[in-house]
């Protein structure tokens, strides 16, 4: 080898080590990515995951889970963002419901990051943003943008096909990292497994009577702006929307959890738990196939031109005009769907209450926007601060 | 297609004959997993060779390229 020879190698070979760097630190910087939650002064405890599902202790899934316990006693809800860390509104609703709720009676218990290990990765090839930042007054707050699965860093490889527990039903091989499909779970099973076996113990002993599960979905699909409920929660969930839709100005239907599809919140909690299981469906145009440039603009202001041609075809479950669905709207219509449910479930269930106040609401958001209702971590007392 | 040594069942399709054992799966899935690692490892390694080995800079720049997501796998960042 010449000295040109080794010179040339070594000037690529410290390009290659550059670029190795960057691309390494952009991926490390996202998975690491800490978002600062401000507990509002309703969280009255913090624990993690594993208190329910020892066998996640240590993974990316051990997420927070915030308790707000009431003066009085009552009922439990459960509300729950990120089981699909691609669909933001979810994990908005969730995060302002933990920095501004307070329970007069019962209690309400939040995760933010139900999959956190499917925040730490975005969808391959589909060129997703890593981050997004929400502006607030007080400059804005970043957070993770996910993906529908979990990281394949945390669980890999998928099978052939993905044969759902316990029932034995076949689904898309993909959807063994999907944990929208993996619930009841068990507790020696995959990590997406192990963690919605957690999350049922967490139903089943802090005695759930009702469990929310937040979505978003793409305009191209059929089950959007509803809630999905369980047999049990029927005359719930209708008596909610009719409530929403009368009220709020925004329309939501009811729909049911079909009784063979498996792996789904909205099915496996209701049948292995005491809970009520909903699941609540926001539109997002971000996810639609037929979106043109995919960048955080469109993630929050919910405006693509293409989704909005899509819809003048008529090709479209939610309507969509150049205004889109911003992120505001959308984070507004599920935490308004949740003090709803609340509100309703107390009215049906007097002697298991679940009172809250202060829950930003549908009108409240699109007044502000998500911004304002972001709390600053800087002026938040270290003891009051945790980190998603 | 039977697989022994655990304590959690399921069984495919719910047809007899067919149980697999959770634990089994779940150390079937490491063990493909740890080779997957040793492979990519190898295959960076082979790699970093042939850049050493090659004459051209044209070789030279197609084997970095090729190397850098292999490298990304096995330090656990992609």
């Given at each position: 080898?010449?000295?040109?020879?080794?010179?040339?190698?070594?000037?690529?070979?410290?390009?290659?080590?550059?670029?190795?760097?960057?691309?390494?630190?952009?991926?490390?910087?996202?998975?690491?990515?800490?978002?600062?939650?401000?507990?509002?002064?309703?969280?009255?405890?913090?624990?993690?995951?594993?208190?329910?599902?020892?066998?996640?202790?240590?993974?990316?899934?051990?997420?927070?889970?915030?308790?707000?316990?009431?003066?009085?006693?009552g009922g439990t809800v459960f509300v729950f963002g990120g089981t699909h860390a691609e669909e933001p509104a979810?994990?908005?609703?969730?995060?302002?419901?933990?920095?501004?709720?307070?329970?007069?009676?019962?209690?309400?218990?939040?995760?933010?990051?139900?999959?956190?290990?499917?925040?730490?990765?975005?969808?391959?090839?589909?060129?997703?943003?890593?981050?997004?930042?929400?502006?607030?007054a007080w400059?804005?707050?970043?957070?993770?943008?996910?993906?529908?699965?979990?990281?394949?860093?945390?669980?890999?490889?998928?099978?052939?096909?993905?044969?759902?527990?316990?029932?034995?039903?076949?689904?898309?091989?993909v959807d063994v990292r999907n944990l929208n499909r993996a619930f009841p779970g068990r507790p020696t099973g995959t990590l997406t497994e192990r963690t919605t076996y957690a999350f049922m113990e967490l139903v089943r002993r802090e005695k759930v009577d009702v469990a929310i599960d937040l979505h978003e979905a793409e305009l191209q699909y059929p089950v959007i702006n509803t809630i999905v409920t369980h047999q049990k929660g029927q005359e719930l969930a209708t008596?909610?929307?009719?409530?929403?839709?009368?009220?709020?100005?925004?329309?939501?239907?009811?729909?049911?959890?079909?009784?063979?599809?498996?792996?789904?919140?909205?099915?496996?909690?209701?049948?292995?738990?005491?809970?009520?299981?909903?699941?609540?469906?926001?539109?997002?145009?971000?996810?639609?196939?037929?979106?043109?440039?995919?960048?955080?603009?469109?993630?929050?202001?919910?405006?693509?031109?293409?989704?909005?041609?899509?819809?003048?075809?008529?090709?479209?479950?939610?309507?969509i005009d150049e205004k889109g669905w911003p992120i505001a709207t959308r984070v507004g219509r599920h935490t308004s769907s949740v003090a709803q449910t609340l509100e309703t479930w107390t009215e049906?269930?007097?002697?298991?209450?679940?009172?809250?106040?202060?829950?930003?609401?549908?009108?409240?958001?699109?007044?502000?926007?998500?911004?304002?209702?972001?709390?600053?971590?800087r002026l938040a007392s270290q003891d009051r601060l945790a980190y998603e | 297609m039977r697989f022994s040594g655990s304590r959690e069942r399921g069984r495919i399709g719910g047809l007899p004959g067919t149980e697999i054992r959770t634990t089994d799966m779940i150390t079937l899935q490491s063990i493909i997993t740890l080779a997957y690692y040793a492979l990519t490892a190898g295959a960076a390694a082979l790699l970093v060779y042939n850049f050493v080995k090659a004459k051209s800079w044209e070789r030279e720049v197609l084997y970095l390229i090729v190397l850098l997501p292999f490298l990304l796998r096995v330090l656990h960042l992609k």
């Open positions: 080898m010449t000295n040109t020879d080794l010179t040339r190698k070594l000037l690529l070979g410290a390009l290659a080590i550059v670029f190795l760097s960057v691309s390494g630190k952009s991926f490390y910087d996202h998975r690491h990515l800490r978002e600062p939650v401000v507990m509002g002064p309703g969280v009255t405890r913090v624990t993690t995951l594993s208190e329910y599902g020892p066998t996640i202790r240590g993974t990316a899934n051990d997420a927070n889970i915030y308790i707000l316990e009431g003066k009085a006693p979810g994990r908005l609703a969730a995060w302002l419901l933990v920095e501004h709720a307070t329970m007069e009676r019962g209690r309400l218990i939040v995760a933010l990051s139900a999959n956190r290990s499917a925040s730490t990765v975005t969808r391959p090839s589909a060129a997703y943003p890593a981050t997004y930042t929400i502006p607030t400059g804005g707050q970043t957070f993770r943008m996910g993906d529908r699965f979990t990281n394949p860093l945390d669980q890999w490889p998928d099978p052939e096909v993905f044969i759902h527990y316990p029932s034995g039903q076949y689904l898309a091989y008596m909610i929307s009719m409530t929403l839709t009368d009220l709020e100005g925004f329309n939501i239907g009811t729909e049911f959890s079909p009784l063979n599809l498996h792996g789904l919140t909205h099915r496996e909690i209701g049948d292995h738990s005491q809970a009520v299981s909903l699941l609540f469906e926001a539109p997002e145009p971000f996810l639609d196939a037929t979106r043109g440039r995919t960048n955080a603009d469109v993630l929050l202001s919910g405006r693509d031109e293409f989704v909005v041609k899509a819809g003048r075809k008529g090709l479209l479950f939610a309507p049906f269930n007097a002697d298991r209450p679940v009172v809250a106040t202060n829950i930003p609401r549908y009108a409240d958001l699109v007044k502000h926007g998500v911004g304002h209702f972001l709390r600053d971590p | -």
